[in-house]
């Protein structure tokens, strides 16, 4: 994959919503199917379109150079590209109840390696998710500038990263992504949503961003 960069070159304006793994009441009980169909189909649509409308203004800018607006399309394209990837990867990591996967060994290692044991990194993941200020994201991130694992948190999407860490694992805590279901308590959705994770999918994720590969738009690619 880090070798095809060409083929995987995203023009400016062309990137797609791409469709969820499964039907909509999969995730059920533990996400509705009214919440998956909103987050998606609205939600992160409008994080598609957002980020197509900011690279396309950007071409125009450079075309007539003139970058008065600079300022509103720079936080634009930060805002909905962050959101699109973020995205991408959270339907990626999540399967039905049914699936019950377990960590991978690949997995195991790094988390028992880095935070102790796998009960202390799952204490620090839903501990660091629930208190996201406002809304936002809690992340497990491989850096490669460090080579390990960290958990991280977002504040909306893009604020407060690390540059160059690879997101493995995603949790949307925005209202949107649980309000219906859950109302105020993101605690009981954010561990709830555990039993979510499709730890196949993480493992894959962690392998590859350990290669030094990049997982990151795993699901935007595919057929047009
Ligand atoms: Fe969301």
Redo the contacts with the bound molecule.
């Keep these: 994959m880090a070798n095809n960069v060409i083929s995987d070159y995203i023009p400016p304006g062309r990137h797609r919503l791409p469709p969820l793994p499964y039907p909509y009441d999969a995730l059920e009980p533990i996400i509705s199917s009214d919440t998956l169909r909103f987050?998606h189909d609205h939600?992160?649509k409008s994080y598609v379109e957002g980020l197509n409308k900011a690279e396309l203004a950007l071409v125009e800018a450079r075309r007539q150079n003139n970058f008065t607006f600079i300022k509103y399309w720079e936080n634009e394209l930060a805002f909905n590209g962050s959101g699109h990837i973020l995205?991408s990867i959270?339907w990626t990591i999540m399967a039905p109840v049914e699936f019950d996967s377990e960590p991978g060994r690949c997995t195991m290692r790094e988390i028992n390696k880095y935070f102790g044991s796998f009960d202390a990194f799952l204490d620090q993941l839903v501990s660091a998710t629930i208190k996201v200020e406002a809304s936002g994201w809690g992340i497990l991130v491989w850096n490669p500038a460090f080579m390990h694992l960290e958990i991280l948190t977002a504040e909306k999407h893009q604020n407060l990263t690390q540059w160059g860490t690879i997101p493995i694992l995603v949790i949307?805590v925005?209202e949107?992504?649980y309000y219906l279901d859950y109302q105020y308590d993101r605690e009981q959705y954010v561990k709830k949503w555990l039993c979510l994770i499709n730890w196949c999918e993480v493992e894959n994720r962690l392998i590859l961003a350990m290669r030094g590969e990049l997982p990151l738009l795993l699901a935007e690619r595919g057929p047009e």
């Design positions: 987050h939600h992160h995205h959270y949307d925005w949107h992504a």
